[in-house]
Structures are given as C-alpha cells and as structure tokens.
T-cell receptor, first 107, second 118 residues
Framework: DIQVTQSPASLSASVGDRVIITCQAT??????LNWYQQKPGKAPTLLIY???NLEIGVPLRFSGSGSGTDFTFTITRLEPEDFATYYC?????????FGGGTKVDMK | QVQLQESGPGLVKPSETLSLTCTVS????????WSWIRQPPGKTLEWIGY???????NYNPSLKSRVTISLDTSKNQFSLRLNSVTAADTAVYFC????????????WGQGTTVAVTS
C-alpha cells in the first residue's frame, strides 16, 4: 500500500507569512495527489487536485506542485481564515490514503 | 447544488454492526463515485472505501474484511456497513463524492459521530 508522509505535523505562522507543507509518497504516484483544508468540527474541503490544479472558488494564494514522490503545498500570504489543518491525499492504484495532517496555528 | 447527509445510530455496541447511510440531494448518484472516510478523535482522516461509477467497490485493505459499501440509485443513497466493531472504530464518519473517477473529493457530508461503547 502507498503511504504519504506530511511535514511538518504543525507550524506556527503569522498573517501575511508564506506557508509551505510537503508530502512524500512511498512510491511514484505521478500527479495523483490532492490537498484539503479542514477546520475544527467541519468536513474537509478540496483545495488542490491532481497535484497542481486549483479547485473552483479556491483563492489564488493556494498552490500545489510536484510529481512522482515529492509534493509541495504553498500558501503565499496567510490570511486569518487559513488557520486550519491541511491534509494531502493520494489515489494511486485505485486505493486512497491521507497524510497525517499539518496544523497551522497562530504564532 | 449537490449536498450529502449522513445518517445512522450514534452509538453501537462492541461486536455489533455499524450501519450508516448517505443521502444525496441536488444530483444523481448514477454518474459518480462515492467514498466513506472516517476520523477518530484527534487523529487524521482514514479512507474506508468507495463505490465507483462503474459499479465496482474498493476498500481500505486494513478494513476490507469487515466493510461493505453499497449504492441504491432509486433512493439516491449509498451505505456503509462495518462488522464486528470495537472501540477503535469510534470516529466521525464522512461521505464524499468523487467528481472524476476516484480522484479528489469535492463534496462532503457534514459528518456523523459514531461511538462504540457497551
């Protein structure tokens, strides 16, 4: 089974900061990776699909890149509503799995 | 606008079967794939399985022996059954839609909490 490892597990940042989260797969998954945001008590929302495609309605400050085994998720300028937990999710070989999550909180 | 709503018992006894239903409104279940995902308290998300647009199912290998996911297009619902539950199955359970194949999940239910307790 393919596993995805996210890092860091948590980070503290300020409004306006650039935030970078990485996700590493245990084997080549091409671009089959998605990114979600989850706020406490809520369902996740899809931000980026297929590694680098912005979901409709998602602000342009969010972006994703990478292919193969190494992926990056970036928030260019953190806004107050961006404090949340972020998850990567792979879907290679018709099986899905999530990373451990990255909690972004206020410095 | 498609909306999903999970329903089912909030309490299940150990060794019994957990049964949840996801009702789809504002769209059809026929042309998409549908997943169940869960999240134990304070932990990450865990994919349970999906019912695909082609009529096939696929399950998380760690749960495969205990899980069944089915689709009822006449009721616009899909369901989850998880047998022989233990306290480790206590979680918030979400249903979600895959707009394309089994790629990203773009619509989610609000989630329903299930506690396994005697």
């Amino acid at each position: 089974d393919i596993q995805v490892t996210q890092s860091p597990a948590s980070l503290s940042a300020s409004v306006g900061d650039r935030v970078i989260i990485t996700c590493q797969a245990t084997q080549d998954i091409a671009n089959r990776l998605n990114w979600y945001q989850q706020k406490p008590g809520k369902a996740p929302t899809l931000l980026i699909y297929d590694a680098s495609n912005l979901e409709i309605g998602v602000p342009l400050r969010f972006s994703g890149s990478g292919s193969g085994t190494d992926f990056t998720f970036t928030i260019t300028r953190l806004e107050p509503e961006d404090f949340a937990t972020y998850y990567c999710q792979q879907y290679d070989d018709l099986l899905l799995s999530f990373g451990g999550g990255t909690k972004v909180d206020m410095k | 606008q498609v909306q999903l709503q999970e329903s089912g018992p909030g309490l299940v006894k150990p060794s019994e079967t957990l049964s949840l239903t996801c009702t789809v409104s504002g769209g059809s279940t026929r042309t998409f794939s549908w997943s169940w995902i869960r999240q134990p308290p304070g932990k990450t998300l865990e994919w349970i399985g999906y019912f695909s647009y082609s009529g096939t199912t696929n399950y998380n290998p760690s749960l495969k022996s205990r899980v069944t996911i089915s689709l009822d297009t006449s009721k616009n619902q899909f369901s989850l059954r998880l047998n022989s539950v233990t306290a480790a199955d206590t979680a918030v359970y979400f249903c979600a839609r895959h707009p394309t194949g089994v790629a990203g999940m773009d619509v989610w239910g609000q989630g329903t909490t299930v506690a396994v307790t005697s």
